[in-house]
């Protein structure tokens, strides 16, 4: 069952992602008002313990929209993307305290979604311009671009890292899905995943890193993994897909990293829990339906997010300028 825990307003307009910090206690929220908002419980104890408050509104870096807002592994710094094509480093200086330490500039249209690899030494950043980046990040945290990857014939969605290498995925609006890795001192497009019948808006890996997970715009979730035995740029393919729950957009898609849940966020205002059927028999369903919320926002949910301690926390967040915290129990 999942169960509403609260409801943050705040924001002035919609709200496009939310995030996570590593250690759970911590969620950031970004949308239309061209502000970041940091969420957290009150305290552990007393009346107020279980209640959710804004601890920090970061209003003072975009003119425009923030698309994106994604954490450090470390947990101490926030990169957003912006459709005024920048992209911001904010450094939290105390516990509800961040100033800007770099505002990395290059794309050419709207910035629709950072990432940074798992060790913290690379941030990736897409945009509607159709580019890929991938910038270095030094120990004295200065940003510098290394490679602009333009694989990608239309604008660019969604770009994540392997939970375990450096290896960077990208989704776009051309429908395909590419992966990408280092080569000597450049990157280069290793694979390219197609089987989408339209725009893919995101992906994520399972917490081994051996297997992708992507949604789309043709309204169908997709699961992919890779064929050690092949050596050549088809060794990843489409395993599954699943359709018919969802009946507009999946905007987003998340595996869950300690109990092998997924969770999907919807332009029909639906959140889905999924479970992979551990079933051997080839003609059962690849994912379980656990959950089906309807009308979990009263508009679109865009983005949504598995805390990574709690492992039945859940946050979305929608057009309707809402962010919800869900808890979901089997």
């Given at each position: 069952m999942l169960k509403l825990v609260t409801t943050l307003a705040g924001h002035d307009d919609m709200v496009w992602c939310v995030a996570w910090n590593p250690k759970g206690n911590l969620l950031a929220s970004c949308g239309g008002d061209h502000s970041v908002r940091i969420w957290s419980q009150k305290g552990q104890n007393g009346e107020e313990a279980n209640q959710w408050t804004c601890r920090a509104k970061l209003s003072d870096g975009h003119s425009r929209t923030i698309r994106w807002v994604s954490w450090s592994p470390c947990g101490k710094k926030l990169a957003t993307a912006s459709f005024d094509t920048t992209i911001i480093i904010w450094k939290q200086k105390n516990d509800f305290d961040f100033e800007i330490i770099a505002n990395l500039e290059g794309h050419e249209n709207e910035v629709k979604c950072?990432?940074?690899?798992?060790?913290?030494?690379?941030?990736?950043?897409?945009?509607?311009?159709?580019?890929?980046?991938?910038?270095?990040v030094s120990e004295d945290e200065e940003y510098e671009c290394s490679s602009v990857l333009t694989s990608h014939s239309q604008d660019v969605k969604h770009v994540l890292w392997n939970?375990?290498?450096?290896?960077?995925?990208?989704?776009?609006?051309?429908?395909?899905?590419?992966?990408?890795?280092?080569?000597?001192?450049?990157?280069?497009?290793?694979?390219?995943?197609e089987s989408h019948q339209s725009t893919v808006w995101s992906c994520?890996?399972?917490?081994?890193?051996?297997?992708?997970?992507?949604?789309s715009d043709d309204?169908?979730?997709?699961?992919?993994?890779?064929?050690?035995?092949?050596?050549?740029?088809?060794?990843?393919?489409?395993?599954?897909?699943?359709?018919?729950?969802?009946?507009?957009?999946?905007?987003?898609?998340?595996?869950s990293k300690t109990n092998n849940l997924i969770a999907t966020a919807s332009a029909d205002n639906s959140i889905h829990i999924f479970k992979e059927n551990e079933s051997s028999d080839a003609?059962?369903?690849?994912?379980?339906?656990?959950e089906h919320k309807e009308n979990a926002h009263c508009q679109d949910c865009n983005c949504i997010d598995?805390?990574?301690?709690?492992?039945?926390?859940?946050?979305?967040?929608?057009?309707d300028g809402t962010v919800k915290i869900w808890k979901f129990d089997e």
């Open positions: 950072t990432a940074w690899s798992i060790d913290g030494s690379f941030l990736a950043s897409c945009s509607r311009d159709r580019s890929v980046w991938v910038w270095d939970p375990h290498k450096n290896i960077l995925v990208s989704s776009s609006y051309d429908n395909s899905i590419k992966m990408y890795q280092q080569d000597v001192d450049d990157w280069i497009n290793t694979e390219t995943l994520d890996y399972n917490p081994e890193g051996t297997r992708l997970i992507s949604c309204k169908t979730l997709k699961l992919w993994k890779e064929d050690p035995e092949k050596k050549n740029k088809s060794s990843w393919s489409c395993y599954s897909t699943i359709s018919g729950f969802h009946n507009r957009t999946i905007y987003s898609v998340k595996w003609n059962e369903p690849t994912l379980l339906l656990l598995w805390n990574p301690v709690q492992n039945n926390l859940l946050a979305s967040c929608s057009d």
